[in-house]
């Protein structure tokens, strides 16, 4: 089917957000326009001004500044969590649509168990447990995220399998091994991007959430998830301080999804 | 066919028992535990403690006690709260009826959503541009964000809505009742009808291109023809299943929506009895909230299987 | 489709209630509506975890605390006192307490409240298998007599200075639990029998509980004035308050200080300030930390603390600075103790003479040791992870890093009372007694006691114990004071601010007065009344 122009712009608006965002986050320390913990305990909870872009919040800290600083931590966490899910979903996928029924079937199985588990109430148990810092945050949001790559990726690699090519390389005396690494691997890269795409909004997702009930990344440290769980308090008075981090979380995630679907639909 | 049941059951269950497993270590592995809120009070003497330490249980080894309550649990002994005392069972029982109101509720209005949006945008190219950035929003909205803000404008600034809670006190008529309904059920609902919609879309689609249907095109029937009577009737079936994941997922998940909106469902037990680190009753929750989904995801296997004698031979 | 839904459904609801905010008071004014911040565990007073407000509206004690901190009798007919012949101290070091009860007091079933059901109380706490929370006090007793119906003398091994409240909890009715299982008795435990203004109607289990007015309550028949109480169990804070704008529950007790700003300026609620019993602390634990052992760097980060910015500031102005564990609000209170006042320069000062200088980071080192620690706080506590953060920076300005560190309220109990951690943002509600042995003595680290600074001073630690071991309480109070005196010259914790309450109640609410302690705002909850608008 012809693409539109329009089909193509949505996709590269997203990414070029992304970007952006990618951006903004790294160079943090030197956008910011105040010290990430400088507080003003005399220009407390300033609505949106030429000297405070976004306002201030509780205790005088500049709003754009935590959210350029709070992109850093919530984007970290939601890409690096993505490529341990794709790491793990790729693998177990791989493993189960190339190796024999009885592989195949345990991990399914494992993975059906994992999907099982309620997510949300999983990592809030965990992160009570645990009470992780940011590193081991992300390999807790990880761990939960690889199923769905695990599906998509066994579901390619068992229609690739059935095809010729490998067909043909299995005859010409390749390893099984080799077969997957030369053959079947590059065949389910896109999918596996689309799925990692995804995984990115949903780990931002679920890190917001998680630090919603305070078990997330902890203050002081600034994530968007736990700038709005401070802001929960003060909705009504002062909704800045809860849209714009919130508006942040919307927007990147939105991109990711939006740039997933654009390469999923580019397959097709 | 009973072979693929009962494999897959055979299968489930030990997998079952080791998500127990762990769930009961990482519970067991918090610091705190419910003997917390005694070492607050400064009148509680280190002998208090350790009886009460002894008379809970919490002294035997580790093994031991998730032996014994596992022994219990299989047989619908889920213990007793730490929180007030009662049956698991009975706490958990009794708060089913409001989350299940509040996600049939959910998935009603999703549905109502979700199966127009869904085919129209499959039949039509221009409403599908439209929606489906409405649907990639959807699934793209933190909950709690959606469920704040609408709490604020509905509730607060223009006061049509209460605020939280299932129904007035005194009250409880059918509207009441359902203007508590409304945004608790709005929220949970924008993610599953901007998920359904963008599925069934795609499963339509889908079908459409694929070889059998070119036989039909051959045939000469229209686009819209080949959609609606049978690219739609095939995506259902996987439809439906998607539904019921969603749905036995959601159920559980619906932790931070009953947080917010104060629904007295099991969504807000879990986060209370996390709160109060009471172990039986988180136990209980996430072992019901796996069996659940296990079994739905079983059903919907079967359903698969049975229906389409092709994945038979992919499985 | 979606939003016709949605708009039907909105307009439907408009319909039903003529569409505005519901207004803050019913027609009637016989229903108070309260949003309460948690279910209660249990309605048994002794065996509860938590506060004992809604239990204390259906069972008396004895005696309770009125808002100035008074003990005032209720079922007793005036508090025992060595003035009035109610307390003797015996030859063998012992005392005899004589409790006179109220004549003419009925539980909500008939029966008349007697001295046996005091005894039957004692017995059930010291002799049976049942030990519930609250026992303070109750293993010193030796044996209680009950020479009448209206008489019972209480025999203590040794003496025991908060002897007054040893019944604030009120007594278990003997006529009805005798010789059954307490912890077993969920008739009891969910509905209690008592003789106070109230009864229980209904609890709905993760909703609410329903009081009504008890029919021939003692003070007479016009009381209470409310006929009916409902407690709706909120937890989660910004629903609560919310429920509270939109007039869903009229009232909310110990509304949290940064949520006082959005009920200033409503005109259906008065918020009522009580200053309160307990006080916010930055606990130095020395053991752990040990250059908080040395008096000077103690001194020096009360000096660097600047206490007046931060209560105006990030607490809105709602609480007092204090200077030490009792309140101003207690009569053993001591207003006369070494003060610390903001002085960065002094701060720097005291550090640079005791050794500390400042490093290349601006943080100060002494011997190879930073002067660097964690702070530890309770998370989910909006103000009080600000006033961490201030005190985080002003500490910084003088060469200390404090790095904050949240941890939840479950673990964080588990961790200070182990002592593992170096210092604490934290808080004491301190009980109607003025005691404070438990926190400052020697003797007292966990687990016999709560000196989580475990701090030791010989001197402090006799004025404490002295001032236990006497039932006079003028004598009580002296020992006290100079205790209190002691205890700013050493400053082994810095004391912050007093924890002031703060209730939010309908305008139209006659009789609230708040109260300070434990027996909290509902404690004359018989005497107010709803006046028609």
Known sequence: ?268 | MIRFVVRRIAQGVPLLLVISLLVFALIHAAPGGPLSTYLENPNVRPEDIERLRRAMGLDRPLGLQYLSWLWAFVRGDWGFSYADGRPVLDRLAERVPATLELVASACVMALMAALPVGILAAVSRRFDRVTSVLAVAGISLPVFWLGLLLQLVFAGALGWLPSSGRAAFDGGDLADRLAHLVLPATVLAAALSAAWSRYLRRAMRDTVARPFMRAARARGLRERTLLLHHALPNALPTFVTVVLLDVSMMASGAVVTESIFAWPGIGSLFTESLARRDYTVLMAFLMVGSVAVMTLTLVADIAVYALDPRTRDAA | MKRLLIAATIALAACGGDGARKPSVPAATDLLTIGYDREPDTMNRYATHILEDIESCVVEGLVTNDETMNIVPVLAAEVPTTENGGVVLRTDGGMDVTWRLRPGVRWHDGVSHTSADVKFTVDAINKGDWKPESVDGFDRISSVDIPDSLTAVVHYREVYAPYRLQFVRGTLPKHLLEGKSIDAATDYNRKPLGTGPYRVVEWKTGEYILLEAAPGYWRGAEFPKIRRLLFRFLPNTTTRINQLRSGEVQMVALVPWDKVRELRDDPAIRLNTVVGNGYEHVTLNQRHFPPFGDLAVRRAMAHAIDRELIVKTVLDGLVTVVNGPIQPLSPAYEKNVTVYPYDPVRAQALLDSAGWRKGVDGIRTKGGTRLSFTMITQSGFAIRENVSQALQQQLRAVGIEAKVRLIDGTSISSVWFTGDFDAMLHWWQQGADPGITLFFAGDRMPPSGRNINYFRDDTLTGMLYASDRTADEAARITLLRQAQRRLATLVPELPLYNTSKVDAVPTNLTGFTGNPTNAGPFWNVWAWQLTAR
Not at chain 1, 132 to 150: D, I, K, N, R
Not at chain 1, 190 to 211: D, F, K, N, Q
Not at chain 1, 244 to 251: C, E, H, N, Q, S
């Open chain 1, 1 to 268: 089917m012809p693409r539109t122009v329009a089909s193509t712009r949505a996709p590269l608006v997203a990414l070029g957000l992304l970007t952006l965002l990618l951006v903004g986050a790294a160079l943090a320390p030197w956008l910011a326009p105040y010290a990430m913990d400088g507080l003003d305990l005399a220009n407390r909870r300033a609505a949106p001004s030429v000297e405070h872009w976004f306002g201030t919040d509780e205790l005088g800290r500049d709003l754009l500044t935590r959210v350029l600083f709070g992109a850093r931590v919530s984007l970290a966490i939601g890409l690096i969590s993505a490529l341990v899910s794709a790491a793990i979903g790729a693998a177990v996928g791989a493993i189960a649509g190339s190796a024999g029924r009885l592989v195949d079937d345990l991990l399914m199985r494992i993975t059906d168990a994992m999907l099982a588990v309620p997510r949300l109430p999983l990592l809030m148990i965990t992160a009570a447990v645990l009470q992780p810092s940011v590193p081991t945050l992300v390999l807790l949001v990880g761990l939960v995220g690889w199923m769905e790559t695990a599906r998509v990726v066994r579901a390619e690699v068992l229609s690739l399998a059935a095809r010729d090519f490998v067909a043909a390389a299995r005859a010409m005396g390749a390893t099984p091994t080799r077969v997957i690494l030369r053959h079947i691997l590059p065949g389910v890269l896109p999918a596996t991007a689309v799925a990692t795409t995804l995984a990115v909004g949903r780990g931002i997702l679920l890190e917001s959430a998680l630090s919603f009930f305070g078990v997330g990344v902890q203050p002081p440290t600034a994530s968007w998830g736990n700038m709005l769980y401070q802001a929960q308090s003060t909705m009504s008075s002062e909704p800045w301080l809860a849209i714009f981090p919130g508006a942040m979380i919307f927007l990147t995630v939105l991109a990711c999804n939006a740039v997933g679907d654009a390469i999923g639909s580019a397959q097709s």
